[in-house]
């Protein structure tokens, strides 16, 4: 019985007349599982204000008291209480339950302990109500909750005493249902609890629990209403993260509390009434974490979303994306890109970023080249991750910027696993690749393990690698045997030029690609021998590339110039560090920004790309901007009839 698919189990219950000011349920085979929830419904002689003080199990899961009622005629009166408790750890046989009643010791104790498994996760307690009867009464006065959300359960504790009390009885009415046979406590006179239960699927349910006794006794009633994880309303958004934009779609990577479903709602129309489509619906995980994809779009096309949490639409985080043209076709657009945020950092130039118009208006795409927080994790510990990305999300500017401008992300070494200039090796490795495909909206990822990726806006293909999961210590010679990224994955990225309809492939390279070659470095100087064989396919492919790069925490551009195999490269860094250059100012043609003399401050900086496509050229415009939206760096380069000749130059 219960609320939809939900279980309630009697675990234990128990039940005395001797004097004191304890109650001990010690459990049984029926032990509770973590992650569900448990009710005790409690009752026992007291003053009009004696009360539960305190409840404590054997695992210390942290108990509430949810609502209680004294005595109405003092100290041989019947008082009733009801708590519960989420089961963070696991109850066992013999482990055991310690109710603490307060006043004088009381000379009947009773209590019954039922286990939930579809209890709303956080805030599981809706509303409560309570009622006495005078002494010598023979009607229960109602005990009234009234439900907030639909599907909810209620659950009702009576609890009554006389000389008899054993022989009488709180009759239930439908719709409630009693949960078990009245239990009772025998010495001098006797007390009698009983339990039941009500299910609702209307919001404003009035839920009065009411009997009549059988003959002249005095009752204590409490109600409760419970949310459960079906309740509308139940559930809550706590991030959104928009990313992985098609020509027919999106998916949006969501974290919610409590919640048993979430979907999207998708329209032309930042109200939502226009060409309204929803996704599937999707379960959150134990984690909260879900992943909304949206199909069946229309090209080119400007949308609007919010996430349905339990059939509510969370309407204070709004997201929003524009789908990109099909693929082949001319497109003009600007787009935002950089790396390096200190953990924690809710500077104001993700506002900035996320408003910054160019030459195509606001940014289509926010390609995030890593160092997202600087947690430098080590331990090969999936909650460590999980935490750090929600500390990121937690953050109200950088958590617009990833709702309203889609976002592909891929790490670089302080939000890995590892610290500062790690490899492969890294023991946290595993744990950082899988909570990576739980929270981030990416794009198919070819391999099982590494999450680098590739997709097209018109007829600019974007290749983002992995430059962390395969590499080769730094300390190993350079050979032909010493990798950055793997021979799989170099074979996948070559291969993004060799589609005749792809005009430019604009790399996301987390690294700086320029300078010359240097034993035992980090960055691709101390990979050289891979780095040269890769310019070389690139050249002899015959379709031009651009690199946008981070790592470096500096404003920089190099037009080819200082490039193996002659590729423009676009540096922008730090969103929100200290300010540094790898490898020097001299290895980029237009220097950088600041100078490497006046490295050291902090600074908020970020790169922008107005990408023109006419059809028989491409051009790209870099400008690096700083917090104060002064232009600190500028390059523009264009691509000649790219497609069919593979040509490049620079504009001055």
């Known amino acids: 019985p219960g609320r939809r698919d939900m279980t309630r189990r009697l675990v234990v219950e128990a039940a005395n007349a001797v004097s004191g000011t304890t109650l001990l349920l010690t459990i049984g085979a029926t032990e509770p599982v973590a992650g569900r929830h448990l009710v005790l419904c409690t009752g026992w002689s007291g003053s009009t204000s004696a009360t539960v003080t305190s409840v404590v199990d054997s695992k210390s899961n942290t108990w509430q008291m949810d609502e209680t009622r004294g005595s109405p005629s003092g100290s041989t009166g019947a008082a009733s209480s009801i708590w519960s408790c989420k089961i963070t750890t696991g109850l066992v046989a013999g482990d055991t339950v310690t109710i603490t009643f307060a006043g004088a010791a009381n000379t009947y104790h009773l209590a019954r302990l039922f286990e939930y498994d579809n209890l709303a996760t956080a805030s599981w307690k809706d509303t409560s109500g309570d009622g006495i009867t005078t002494p010598a009464g023979t009607a229960v006065a109602s005990a009234a909750a009234t ?101 027919s779609g999106a998916t949006v990577a969501v974290q919610c509390a409590s919640a048993a479903t979430s979907r999207l709602k998708v329209a032309t129309d930042s109200g939502l009434t226009a060409n309204v489509a929803f996704s599937s619906s999707a379960v959150p995980d134990g984690n909260g974490l879900a992943k909304l994809t949206i199909a069946g ?19 204070a985080l709004p997201g929003k994306f524009r789908t990109t043209s099909t693929p082949g076709t001319p497109t003009s657009f600007s787009m935002l890109f950089g790396s390096c945020q200190l953990s924690g950092s809710n500077h104001a130039v993700f506002g900035t970023m996320r408003t910054h118009s160019g030459l195509y208006g606001t940014a289509r795409q926010f390609v995030h080249l890593g160092d997202a927080h600087y947690d430098n994790i080590t331990a090969n510990t999936p909650s460590l991750f999980r935490a750090a990305t929600a500390t990121v999300l937690s953050h109200s500017l950088v958590q617009q910027l990833l709702r309203e401008v889609p976002t592909p992300y891929v790490w670089s070494d302080h939000d890995s696993a590892g610290g500062n200039d790690h490899d492969g090796t890294a023991t946290g490795m595993p744990a950082a690749q899988s909570v990576y495909r739980e929270t981030v909206p990416h794009y198919t990822l070819p391999d099982a393990a590494a999450i680098y990726q590739a997709w097209t806006v018109g007829r600019i293909r974007f290749a983002l690698t992995d430059l962390r999961s395969e590499k080769d210590p730094r300390t190993d010679t350079d050979n032909s045997s010493k990798f950055m990224m793997s021979q799989a994955q170099e074979d996948w990225f070559l291969g993004q030029f060799d589609d005749p309809d792809v005009a430019l492939v604009v790399w996301g390279c987390e690294m700086p690609w320029v300078g010359p070659a240097e034993a035992n470095a980090d960055y691709w100087a101390g990979y050289d021998t891979q780095r040269q064989r890769i310019a070389s396919a690139i050249v002899a492919s015959g379709t031009p590339c651009v690199i946008v790069s981070g790592d470096t925490h500096c404003l920089a551009a190099d037009d080819g110039s200082n490039s193996p195999g002659g590729i423009p490269v676009f540096q922008a860094a730090p969103f929100s560090q200290n300010t540094s250059v790898k490898p020097s100012e001299a290895d980029y043609s237009q220097g950088t920004y600041p100078h490497e003399v006046d490295v050291g401050p902090d600074a908020n900086q970020y790169g922008w790309l107005d990408v023109t496509d006419t059809g028989s050229s491409v051009t790209v415009a870099y400008t690096g901007y700083d917090s104060a939206e002064v232009a600190r760096m500028v390059l523009s380069v264009e691509f000649a009839d790219a497609a069919s000749e593979g040509y490049w130059g620079v504009l001055a």
């Open 147 to 247: 439900t907030a959300a639909t599907d909810e359960v209620v659950v009702a504790v009576a609890v009554w005493g006389g000389a008899t009390a054993a022989s009488s009885t709180v009759a239930s009415t439908s719709p409630w249902a009693d949960v078990g046979s009245p239990l009772t406590a025998t010495g001098a006179t006797q007390k009698a609890l009983a339990t039941a239960q009500l299910d609702t699927t209307a919001v404003g349910a009035d839920a009065h629990y009411a009997g009549t006794l059988s003959a002249s006794f005095e009752a204590s009633v409490c109600a409760v209403a419970y949310k459960t994880t079906t309740s509308a309303g139940a559930g809550t958004l706590t991030s959104a993260w928009t990313g992985a934009v098609t020509e």
């Open 297 to 315: 779009l229309g090209a080119d096309t400007q949308y609007y979303y919010q996430v349905e949490v339990d059939s509510v639409l969370a309407s």
